[in-house]
């Protein structure tokens, strides 16, 4: 096998990431001693009002910059810069388009596009001093394996990828974020998350909560949750337990640290991303009314479920609706995170934000939860008999490593990034068996380009807000969880891994091949379509 030049750049990575290990765990050691926020700057629950991110709308319903072959254009820029998140505090973070989370992108179902994302981040990370190497996961799209993120496919600082998203799928809610190796964990705590909508014509025709073309009062809103510790500067603290898991004193949803959304006396609709590094949630509403949970990962359920609480885990999308009819105006309503096993918890850490119902509903209309809501997605029609092959991934920690049957990452690197796990044939539909055979850990598992449905968890049905589509799904202590899938709709090398991205950083993670029913392969991740040197030319 012969190397250029590139090829000795991409592997440098990870020979650059291992030697940088020991001297950023004494970096970290460091900042887990310094003065951690004082008590009395630690911001009251319910006092930062509720702030929805920006929006990018590259649906085709607005005017907007388009390739050479008409498909919708956007630059991304991932930069630094300090932001306001504990009052009186400036915080450096990392951010797309300067905002933490980054802007919510809006796209059509059936219109490609094309993303430019610009790496205009600094040398080094400004707490842990290493170089801050990107690759970005749409998270949920059935993207080309070059444009999947993939761990190793990296653009360091002055330089940009352009990244081809089809929307082809069913309407849904999805997520982008960092997923460059060895960095995941620390690039997303620093800022780079965001969410990402498809909507289509059957979402649409349905009497669910929306906005307003997307903008002004919506009733259709994405809630992005996440955990940080923070110093008495306003610094965030990064502190992963010894390469165990990391776990923040204060909750944030959008940037605002437990905030309080004003509403009207009527439904809404909440996209709801966990998007912290280690912590799942159980969600639960304080008056003890239900949620309407009518969608998952992958879009809408088949039909809408009445749940009071449910486990939440990392990367995990739900979408709910709640009846904010119910309470009479004045009433606030806490949305509560109820105890999990194996997350620590802080004084405040069982609350995540607040609802204060002022006044009567505007408009009755899109006010309704259609008992059926997408009957015929063909995953969710999947049987244990269609499949052509099972499968075991075992998850456990193993002398000192997180792994996946006893492999992890490094030995994809030491293979030339040829090493497996599985080798699914285009097409055909596998079942999985996903195992955690021990009790100090919970894994949130995600198959990269594949929907797939939950078939049983310890032998019983899965739960009743997992009744739909998905691509994460929460294998707690002691649990073998099976799915079925169907691999497509491309050939190529995805990624499977645990979505505790410290887990997934050290060195939990693994890939999987499909091939086409001849034998050939798919696109290479890393070297089909490379990142290039800045200056970009326009599209």
């Known amino acids: 096998m012969q190397f250029n030049r590139r090829d000795a750049l991409k592997l440098g990575v990870v020979s650059a990431a291992a030697l940088a290990l020991p001297a950023e765990r004494m970096a970290r050691t460091k900042l887990s001693f310094a003065n951690k926020l004082a008590v009395s700057s630690m911001p009251p629950p319910f006092t930062a009002p509720y702030v929805a991110p920006p929006v990018v709308n590259l649906t085709g319903d607005v005017t907007s910059v388009l390739t050479s072959d008409g498909k919708p254009f956007y630059r991304m820029v991932m930069s630094q810069f300090r932001q306001e998140i504990i009052p009186g505090l400036q915080t450096t973070v990392w951010g797309y388009d300067r905002s933490v989370p980054g802007p919510t992108v809006m796209c059509k179902r059936g219109v490609p596009v094309l993303m430019r994302h610009v790496n205009n981040l600094p040398s080094q990370h400004p707490q842990l001093g290493y170089r801050p190497w990107t690759s970005v996961h749409l998270h949920g799209s059935a993207s080309l394996p070059q444009y999947d993120g993939y761990a190793s496919d990296v653009a360091s600082p002055g330089q940009y990828k352009d990244y081809q998203f089809p929307n082809t799928q069913q309407a849904r809610t999805m997520w982008y974020h960092d997923h460059g190796v060895h960095r995941t964990a620390s690039n997303v705590y620093t800022g780079l998350v965001a969410q990402y909508h498809i909507v289509d014509d059957l979402e649409r025709s349905l009497p669910l909560p929306k906005g307003t073309d997307f903008e002004g009062k919506s009733y ?13 500067d306003g610094s965030l603290i990064y502190d992963d337990g ?24 009527r439904k809404y609709r909440f996209r709801i991303l966990n998007a912290s590094i280690s912590r799942a949630y159980k969600l639960a509403l304080s008056s003890g009314q239900p949620f309407i949970m009518i969608g998952t990962d992958g879009g809408l359920m088949p039909q809408r479920q009445f749940v009071r609480r449910y486990r939440h885990g990392m990367a ?10 119910k309470y009479p105006i004045g009433e606030r309503v806490v949305l509560q995170n109820l105890a999990l096993r194996n997350n620590d918890g802080f004084e405040h850490t069982n609350k ?15 006010n309704g939860v259609p008992k059926l809501l997408n009957p015929g997605t063909e995953v969710m029609s999947l049987q244990e008999s269609d499949a052509s092959k099972q499968r075991s991934l075992t998850f456990r920690r193993s002398n000192g490593h997180w792994t996946i049957n006893g492999r992890t990452w490094a030995d994809v690197e030491a293979s030339g990034f040829q090493d497996t796990v599985a080798d699914p044939t285009l097409g055909e539909v596998e079942v999985w068996e996903l ?28 739960k009743p807000w997992e009744l739909g589509p998905k691509d994460v799904v929460y294998v707690g202590e002691y649990e073998t969880v099976r799915v079925a899938m169907r691999f497509g709709p491309y050939p190529g090398r995805y990624m499977v891994h645990c979505h505790n991205l410290v887990h997934e950083d050290h060195d939990m993670m693994h890939q999987f091949e499909i091939r086409r029913p001849d034998g050939s392969r798919g696109d290479d991740p890393i070297w089909a379509d490379p990142p290039k040197d800045l200056p970009d030319p326009p599209p």
């Open 220 to 232: 259709d809103q994405a809630l992005t949750i996440q955990d940080a510790t923070f110093g008495a």
């Open 242 to 265: 010894d390469q165990s898991s990391l776990y923040g004193n204060v909750i944030l949803v959008n940037g605002r640290p437990w905030p309080v959304m004003k509403v009207e006396r």
């Open 316 to 325: 995990e999308r739900y979408e709910v609706v709640i009846d904010f009819s």
């Open 352 to 366: 995540v934000m607040a609802f204060d119902v002022v006044s009567e509903s505007s408009t009755s209309r899109n």
């Open 435 to 462: 195992s955690n055979p021990f009790g100090g850990w919970f894994h949130p598992v995600h198959i990269h380009l594949v929907d797939f449905r939950i078939l049983s968890r310890n032998g019983l049905p899965p």
